[in-house]
C-alpha cells in the first residue's frame, strides 16, 4: 500500500522559514516525481513545485520561485519542502503528491504573529 | 493553463446522477496524443483523492458510478448513482504542461 506522510501542522512567525517532509513507502521512491500543492482557504489548489527523487533535479512555481526549495532523500525516502520568508498569505494546507495519484495527508500551516 | 469548471455547486437527489465539466482555456494533448487530465475528489478535511487520469481512466479502487470523458478543451466527470460518500468538491487538475493546474472545483451536496 502507497502510503505518504506528511510532517505535523506548524504555526510559525511571519518572516521565518517553513520546511515539511513526506516519507513515502509501499513505492519506489525514486521512479516518480513527487510534487507539492498548497491549498490556501478560499483558494483553488496551487503546485507549487517538483522533485525528481531520482536526480534531484527540481522545477518550481514562477510565484514561489526564489524562496522555496525543494529536495528528495533517498536514503531514507523522505522529500522536503522549505518555503522562506513567510507570510499570512502563506497559511494553508500543504500537499505532497506522488506521481501525480498518491496525496500526502497534508500539513496545516498557520502564519502569524 | 487556466482550468474552468461548472457548475460552482449541484444539489443531488441520493440514486440519481450528476456531472460536472471543466474547460481548458488550450488543448490539453501532448505531442504524442496523451491527454493529462484528472478528476479529483475532496472530502471535507481530507487530501484529494484521484477518481479519473488521463481523461477517462478510473484509478485503483474507484466505483464504476464514475466516468470520465472528453478531449481537446472540454471534458466532463458523470456519476451515475450518487451516494452520500461522493459529496465534498470535485477539482480537474492537467498535468499536459507544467505547471499543473487544477479547476475551482463543483461542490456536490445531498438534497
Known amino acids: 500500500e502507497v502510503q505518504l506522510v506528511q510532517s505535523g501542522a506548524e504555526v510559525k512567525k511571519p518572516g521565518t522559514t517553513l520546511k515539511i517532509s513526506c516519507k513515502v513507502s509501499?513505492?519506489?521512491?525514486?521512479?516518480?516525481?513527487l510534487h507539492w500543492i498548497q491549498q490556501a482557504p478560499g483558494k483553488r489548489l496551487e503546485w507549487m513545485g517538483l522533485v525528481d527523487p531520482e536526480d534531484g533535479e527540481t522545477q518550481y512555481a514562477e510565484k514561489f520561485q526564489g524562496r522555496i526549495t525543494i529536495t528528495a532523500d533517498t536514503s531514507s525516502d523522505t522529500a522536503y519542502m522549505e518555503l522562506r520568508g513567510l507570510s499570512s498569505d502563506d497559511t494553508a494546507v500543504y500537499y505532497c503528491l506522488l506521481s501525480r495519484a498518491y496525496w500526502g495527508q497534508g500539513t496545516q500551516v498557520l502564519v502569524s504573529s | 493553463i487556466v482550468l474552468t469548471q461548472s457548475p460552482l455547486s449541484t444539489h443531488v437527489t441520493l440514486g440519481q446522477p450528476a456531472s460536472m465539466s471543466c474547460t481548458s482555456s488550450?488543448?490539453?494533448?501532448?505531442?504524442?496524443?496523451?491527454?493529462?487530465l484528472s478528476w479529483l475528489h475532496q472530502r471535507p478535511g481530507q487530501p484529494p483523492r484521484l477518481l479519473i487520469y488521463k481523461i477517462s481512466k478510473r484509478f485503483s479502487g474507484v466505483p464504476d458510478r464514475f466516468s470520465g470523458s472528453g478531449a481537446g478543451t472540454d471534458f466532463t466527470l458523470n456519476i451515475t448513482r450518487v451516494e452520500a460518500e461522493d459529496v465534498g468538491f470535485y477539482y480537474c487538475?492537467?498535468?499536459?504542461?507544467?505547471?499543473?493546474?487544477f479547476g475551482g472545483g463543483t461542490k456536490v451536496e445531498i438534497k
Open positions: 509501499g513505492y519506489t521512491f525514486s521512479d516518480y516525481y
Open positions: 487538475s492537467q498535468a499536459t504542461q507544467v505547471p499543473l493546474t
Open positions: 488550450e488543448s490539453l494533448e501532448d505531442s504524442d496524443g496523451n491527454t493529462f
